[in-house]
């Protein structure tokens, strides 16, 4: 499976953006999707999953309320939508596939998009 995030860009605090991942390669339904993130000098964090049916989601603390996933199996693409945005978000976004669904676990993601950068002023 390849993957490729866009979306990322510049925003003020309180602003929105959505990411996208398009995927090609592999029959998409049958992968579980993750965004996560990296700050900085720190190390990548989840923050987002979903099931390939799209039936089951799952968030990191910092992401619920704020952010949504969603997944177009027919257009081969995963979604995040960030709503009130803080300078924390600050990060490269990745997109992630898995064929299970241990959405937090980083380690068992088997293909990864290339980032998308995510700055947010305050």
């Known amino acids: 499976v390849q993957l490729q995030a866009s979306g990322g860009g510049s925003v003020q605090a309180g602003g929105s953006l959505r990411l996208s991942c398009a995927a090609s390669g592999r029959t998409f339904s049958n992968y579980a999707m993750g965004w996560f993130r990296q700050a900085p000098g720190k190390e990548r964090e989840f923050v987002a999953a979903?099931?390939?049916?799209?039936?089951?989601?799952y968030y990191a603390d910092s992401a619920k309320d704020r952010f949504t996933i969603s997944r177009d199996n027919a257009k081969n693409a995963v979604y995040l939508h960030m709503n009130s945005l803080k300078p924390e978000d600050t990060a490269v976004y990745y997109c992630?596939?898995?064929?299970?669904?241990?959405?937090?676990?980083?380690?068992?993601?088997?293909?990864w998009g290339q980032g998308t950068q995510v700055t947010v002023s305050s």
């Open positions: 979903i099931s390939g049916s799209g039936g089951s989601r």
């Open positions: 992630a596939a898995q064929s299970r669904f241990l959405p937090v676990k980083e380690r068992v993601y088997d293909y």
